[in-house]
């Protein structure tokens, strides 16, 4: 069993940078791959970024191709999600999930969630 937790959100200008956290407790991490989603209000959680073990492969929702990065390190259980050039529709509630193996794009593909961390941007 894994159990996300994440950090590192907060208030942030137009253009600027953020960089998310997500800590996975669990003797298996090394086996998940990790996905990130959002929320904006009154809309539903979307895919944003995910990285599969063992290849390390990555996907983007093209809304963030070219501005955010996801990236892992196993010997810390934790996976990243660096944001840059950040736009005021990035702003919603992000989530970490982790799912065995290959990436998914889907909420009911992940098998454990974390409580998630506000990512607001003003113009």
């Known amino acids: 069993q894994v159990q996300p937790v994440e950090s590192g959100g907060g208030l942030v200008q137009a253009g600027d940078s953020m960089r998310l956290s997500c800590k996975a407790s669990?003797?298996?991490?090394?086996?998940?791959?990790m996905g990130w989603f959002r929320q904006a209000p009154g809309k539903e959680r979307e895919f944003v970024a995910a990285?599969?073990?063992?290849?390390?492969?990555?996907d983007y929702a093209d809304s963030v191709k070219g501005r955010f990065t996801i990236s892992r390190d196993n010997a810390k259980d934790t996976v990243y999600l660096q944001m840059n050039s950040l736009k005021p529709e990035d702003t919603g509630v992000y989530y970490c999930a982790a799912r065995p193996r290959d990436i998914g794009y889907h909420e009911y593909e992940y098998n454990y969630w974390g409580q998630g961390t506000q990512v607001t941007v003003s113009s």
């Open positions: 669990g003797r298996l991490f090394s086996t998940y791959a």
């Open positions: 990285i599969a073990w063992p290849a390390r492969n990555t």
